[in-house]
């Protein structure tokens, strides 16, 4: 398996702008993750799927950021608008109870 | 609040010697502990997983679990410069597969 796949691996956009983040977990895990990682923050749990379904979004920092997951196979994370303080590392994880697997993350840098 | 917390560091060590790395957690009904390595623009590597107290092993890595202390750590024997990286200590809470608490990492520095 190739592993958690994350598009893009980096992103500039404008303040204002939408971005959309994507996730192909590894096949058959069951449980999806989006986290963001900052230097100041370390790792905060964005929101978490169970079987595409969505279980906690406490994590989700605003009404501006929204996730889902049509399939098994894929995922996103939507930001809109953007704003500079969401410049971060977004990283996707699935698992399995032997541990979450994390995809490369995307980098995104709002200017 | 389930929460935990590492040292954030630096810890230096000279090259061979043992790298200690201490994790505590909150919850006290938590199940399964994770190692992760993450180095400088990289994501987070599972590197070790261990579910009951005393020591688990592999290679030059050991961990330890003692669940009455709370208290997590990672043993890093012969340190190489390779080793230097993050290392972040997760936690499964109890309510079984759900979402890793993660602490903030310790960065380790290997020197030659």
């Known amino acids: 398996d190739a592993g958690v796949i994350q598009s893009p691996r980096h992103e500039v956009t404008e303040m204002g702008q939408e971005v959309t983040l994507r996730c192909k977990p590894i096949s058959g895990h069951d449980y999806l993750f989006w986290y963001r990682q900052t230097m100041m923050r370390g790792l905060e749990l964005l929101i978490y799927f169970n079987n595409n379904v969505p279980i906690d979004d406490s994590g989700m920092p605003e009404d501006r950021f929204s996730a889902k997951m049509p399939n098994a196979s894929f995922s996103t994370l939507k930001i809109q608008p953007s704003e500079p303080r969401d410049s971060a590392v977004y990283f996707c994880?699935?698992?399995?109870?032997?541990?979450?697997?994390f995809g490369q993350g995307t980098r995104l840098t709002v200017v | 609040q389930k929460e935990v917390e590492q040292n954030s560091g630096p810890l230096s060590v000279p090259e061979g010697a043992i790298a200690s790395l201490n994790c505590t957690y909150s919850?006290?009904?938590?199940?399964?502990f994770f190692w992760y390595r993450q180095y400088s623009g990289k994501s987070p590597e599972l590197i070790m997983s261990?579910?009951?107290?005393g020591d688990k092993e592999d290679g030059r890595f050991t961990a330890q679990l003692n669940k009455a202390s709370q208290y997590v750590s990672l043993l890093i024997r012969d340190s190489q410069p390779s080793d230097s990286a993050t290392y972040l200590c997760?936690?499964?809470?109890?309510?079984?597969?759900?979402?890793?608490?993660f602490g903030k990492g310790t960065r380790l520095s290997v020197i030659a």
């Open positions: 919850d006290r009904g938590s199940q399964s």
């Open positions: 994880a699935s698992s399995t109870r032997m541990g979450a697997f």
């Open positions: 997760a936690v499964n809470p109890s309510s079984g597969n759900t979402p890793l608490v």
């Open positions: 261990i579910y009951s107290n």
